[in-house]
């Protein structure tokens, strides 16, 4: 994600320095950005010059070197609370003080990640979807200590970066998972059920509602196992037995039918 991140705020003209503390994985980031900037000329979805600029607006550093002089840092190291709480507490020594401190969680709680820091106010939620490039949603989210400048500031970096912004605010599940998660929890209770066939749920959807893709077509690409966990989560946190992974679902997972991932979920891939 955090690639994805970079590439699109240099192509909309940001200067981004990138970071990970792993020096492979940052050099295999930026030769996702060029591969990928590449194939955008190449189909003639990117300007040529737009490929330049963001290159030339993309490098790369330590943490330290990333943070110094910026206007905003966003993170998106691994969906854990504790690492991405420790990694906001380094950058607030590292960063300036008007820095603003966003999040690409897709599930924990702002205020959450917020807390301990000197300045809560500062923190707050972008979060992109994969692959970035494409996906158009930006939701942004709005912890309780969250300065409204700040959400400002986001939503107008948002829409230099083409984004369409949402602005949420801080419970499980955001507004994102918290419904698509719900109805992918549904469409599996209807294939236990035995209501209709997968693919004639997902038409259901796809036909019926304009979904770009069906409930449960979605939780394989997904792999099941991770949406089991967010379902787990979100029924815990909201006191909501509709998130509440279905028998079937607990099954497949245990049996290693993960999705497309693993080759098999609701479909053969
Ligand atoms: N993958 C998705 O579809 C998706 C979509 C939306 C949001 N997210 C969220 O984005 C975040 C990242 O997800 P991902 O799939 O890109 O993860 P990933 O594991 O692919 O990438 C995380 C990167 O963070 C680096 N890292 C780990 N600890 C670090 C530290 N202390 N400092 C700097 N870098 C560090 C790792 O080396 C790795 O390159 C998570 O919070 C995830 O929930 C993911």
Known sequence: MGHGIAQVCAMAGYSVVLTDADPEALQRAMEHVQANLDKGVDRGKVEPTVRDLALSNLSTGDLAAAAKDADCVIEAVPE??????????QVATLAPEGCILAT??????????????????????THFFNPVHIMPLLEVVQGEATRTDVIDTIRALGD??????????DRPGFATSRLGVCLGMEAIRMVEEGVASPEDIDKAM????????????????VGLDVRMHIGTYLARELGNRAFEPPELMRTMVAEGRLGKKTGGGFYDW
Request: overall charge positive; hydrophobic content about 45%.
């Open 104 to 125: 690409n969680t897709s599930s924990l709680s702002i205020d959450a990640i917020a807390d301990g820091l000197a300045a809560p106010d500062r923190v707050v939620g």
């Open 160 to 169: 230099r970066i083409g984004k369409e912004v949402i602005v949420v605010k």
């Open 206 to 221: 796809v036909l019926g509602y304009r979904h770009p893709v069906g409930p449960l077509r979605l939780t394989d690409l």
């Open 80 to 89: 854990r609370l504790e690492l991405k709480r420790q990694l906001f507490g």
